[in-house]
């Protein structure tokens, strides 16, 4: 069973700059690719960006396209989502999250159906 646990949210004005981590534990972390999710208030939750297992390849959603870089440290089990440039409408719990099988391809990681592993969110809050 993996664990997933967020870190690294808070409360920022607009332009600002924040970075969540997303330590796991309980499988073999590097076999997996990782993604990023978000959702607000009365929204549904929606793909931010993801990470393949092999050769850090990644996927973005067209909304965070330049301003948001996802990254991987396999040694520190550990996935992160740099957020430069925000906006009033990035505001969101940010989830990490895992699917259930190891060497997944690129394909799909844009798809929530694809996940089933959810850490328990992080709170970003981007003032105007």
Known sequence: QVQLVESGGG???AGGSLRLSCAASG???SRYAMGWFRQAPG???EFVAAISWFAGRTVY???VKGRFTVSRDNAKNTVYL???SLKPEDTAVYY???PPGPFASMIGLDDIKGYD???QGTQVTVSS
């Open 11 to 13: 409360l920022v004005q």
């Open 27 to 29: 499988r073999t972390f």
């Open 43 to 45: 929204k549904e939750r």
């Open 61 to 63: 959603a067209a909304s």
């Open 82 to 84: 740099q957020m430069n």
């Open 96 to 98: 990490c999250a895992a």
């Open 117 to 119: 592993h959810w850490g």
